[in-house]
């Protein structure tokens, strides 16, 4: 498993920075030739291999004036880009297929042929190809690819870590300062954004040291939160920085938003009267993004290592954590606030999805999805249809008051098991079992079916009966 890596550079000067710019400029000329050429749904699909035999043929490298490594690698990494752009229009191409014949010799045969590249040569799936292939440019022109080989990396007598890079002339590399100690290894993907530049490279998961951390042997459910990242069935919240960051970052934004607003209108103003030079001024010096994406960029980076501390946390006492699947799309089971909220609410949940997963691969502990429905807001003791009021469940039932979140956690937990309720179960069928299961408990029946989840029931509700 590979995970990426950024490093940034750290006040480098003017004259490198331009001679990467130019580099970048002139290697986006190698991107948009290749996907002229060779991005056509009628064309053979051609390996970077091929490609490069051919320009090395006819000399179409020559007009780019760049070293032969730099358009070299270019090419292999457009080609991909191309592969990920065909990839993407099999898709509707294949659910296309399935609805057009149901002969399974007939599917297997046009799978064949689309998974080889080889729609030309039948007739129908040339055609569909060419309907649903949406045709791509190349719109990068701030990227230089560095091969393994093509780097190296010095420490100064300062401690400050430099990485040597081909410039455009042979031999004379540009020497990046970075902002690190931590030395990038493999392929380089340098971007050059905001007179900084980017130093993205992948790192074998495996190599981290959190890796190396064994999980631990219990079964745990947990549910996402806002206030904190995780709140597990034993009762113990991870991740308890996590709204407090997100309430800053949300107040930052709308007091940004509200200022930039300000500042808009004025340079629309001067604009309307004909002081273009004011308004070009304002857009250059007050409304630049440069900041405004760094400040993001910070951000992002401090909620990812909240959440990702978060579930390590929780597998250090898990073998196996039971969730929610939190990728699928569906509005959340909970409402937060409008717009900046809700979509900061969105992607934490997006971070959460990752984490949970990343983590349990590296560690080896298992992740189990469940179905969610109703999990918080039926209570875990009685069954019944509790009562939400903030960060409190009131269950009508048995009249006590739980930690909604706790509550929620340990749903989820039995729901891993659960006889009747599995993940394709739809929402409604999940209500009428959840009522049904808290009427049989109030008329005090025998159960007709006595799952393992069950039994433990009184067990953790002791356990929380003294949160109120
Ligand atoms: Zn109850």
């Known amino acids: 498993m590979k995970t990426t890596r950024i490093a940034y550079s750290h006040r480098l000067n003017a004259g490198k920075y331009a001679a990467l710019v130019e580099q970048a400029r002139r290697l986006g000329r190698v991107r948009s030739e290749v996907w002229q050429r060779y991005a056509s749904v009628g064309g053979a699909r051609l390996t970077d291999r091929q490609v490069r035999d051919g320009w090395l043929a006819d000399g179409t490298h020559r007009q780019f004036g760049v070293l032969a490594n730099a358009w070299k690698e270019t090419v292999r990494d457009a080609m991909a880009d191309i592969t990920a752009n065909f990839e993407a229009a099999k898709v509707p191409v294949r659910r296309a297929i399935r609805r057009h014949t149901s002969d399974p010799a007939q599917r297997?045969?046009?799978?064949?042929?689309?998974?080889?590249?080889?729609?030309?040569?039948?007739?129908?799936?040339?055609?569909?190809?060419?309907?649903?292939?949406?045709?791509?440019?190349?719109?990068?022109?701030?990227?230089?690819?560095?091969?393994?080989?093509?780097?190296?990396?010095?420490?100064?007598?300062?401690?400050?870590?430099?990485?040597?890079?081909?410039?455009?002339?042979?031999?004379?590399?540009?020497?990046?300062?970075?902002?690190?100690?931590?030395?990038?290894?493999?392929?380089?993907?340098?971007?050059?954004?905001?007179?900084?530049?980017?130093?993205?490279?992948?790192?074998?998961?495996?190599?981290?040291?959190?890796?190396?951390?064994?999980?631990?042997?219990?079964?745990?459910?947990?549910?996402?939160?806002?206030?904190?990242?995780?709140?597990?069935?034993?009762?113990?919240?991870?991740?308890?920085?996590?709204?407090?960051?997100?309430?800053?970052?949300?107040?930052?934004?709308?007091?940004?938003?509200?200022?930039?607003?300000?500042?808009?209108?004025?340079?629309?103003?001067?604009?309307?009267?004909?002081?273009?030079?004011?308004?070009?001024?304002?857009?250059?010096?007050?409304?630049?993004?440069?900041?405004?994406?760094?400040?993001?960029?910070?951000?992002?980076a401090r909620v990812r290592t909240e959440i990702f501390t978060a579930v390590h946390r929780v597998v250090d006492t898990a073998a196996i954590v039971v969730a929610e699947d939190l990728t699928k799309t569906f509005a959340g089971r909970k409402q937060f606030g409008r717009n900046t909220n809700r979509r900061l609410a969105a992607w934490t949940k997006g971070v959460t999805a990752e984490a949970l997963t990343n983590v349990s691969e590296r560690r080896g502990s298992a992740l189990v999805h469940v179905n969610a429905a109703y999990t918080s807001q039926v209570c875990h003791r009685c069954g019944a249809l509790g009562h939400r009021s903030g960060d409190r469940l009131h269950c009508t039932s048995c009249g006590v008051v739980w930690q909604a979140d706790v509550n929620a956690a340990i749903n989820v937990l039995r729901r891993h098991g659960d006889p009747d309720i599995t993940l394709r179960t739809p929402h409604h069928v999940v209500k009428q079992i959840v009522q049904a299961r808290a009427d049989r408990h109030r008329s005090r029946l025998p159960l007709p079916d006595s799952s393992p989840a069950r039994q433990a029931e009184s067990e953790s509700s002791e356990v929380l009966s003294n949160e109120q």
């Open 108 to 300: 297997r045969r046009l799978f064949g042929l689309l998974k080889a590249d080889r729609w030309a040569e039948d007739p129908y799936l040339s055609r569909l190809m060419r309907s649903r292939w949406r045709r791509g440019h190349n719109r990068t022109r701030d990227q230089i690819v560095v091969r393994a080989d093509q780097h190296n990396t010095r420490v100064d007598a300062r401690g400050r870590l430099w990485l040597a890079v081909p410039g455009l002339v042979r031999r004379q590399l540009v020497r990046i300062p970075l902002n690190t100690t931590f030395v990038p290894t493999g392929t380089l993907r340098l971007i050059l954004r905001g007179d900084r530049v980017e130093i993205h490279y992948q790192i074998d998961a495996a190599m981290m040291k959190t890796s190396q951390r064994p999980c631990g042997e219990a079964t745990i459910g947990v549910d996402k939160g806002y206030t904190e990242a995780l709140t597990d069935s034993d009762g113990n919240y991870h991740g308890e920085g996590l709204g407090h960051l997100l309430t800053t970052e949300s107040d930052r934004l709308k007091e940004r938003n509200r200022r930039r607003a300000k500042v808009r209108s004025v340079a629309n103003t001067a604009a309307l009267r004909g002081n273009h030079a004011k308004a070009d001024r304002i857009a250059r010096n007050n409304l630049g993004a440069i900041k405004r994406d760094r400040q993001a960029g910070r951000h992002q």
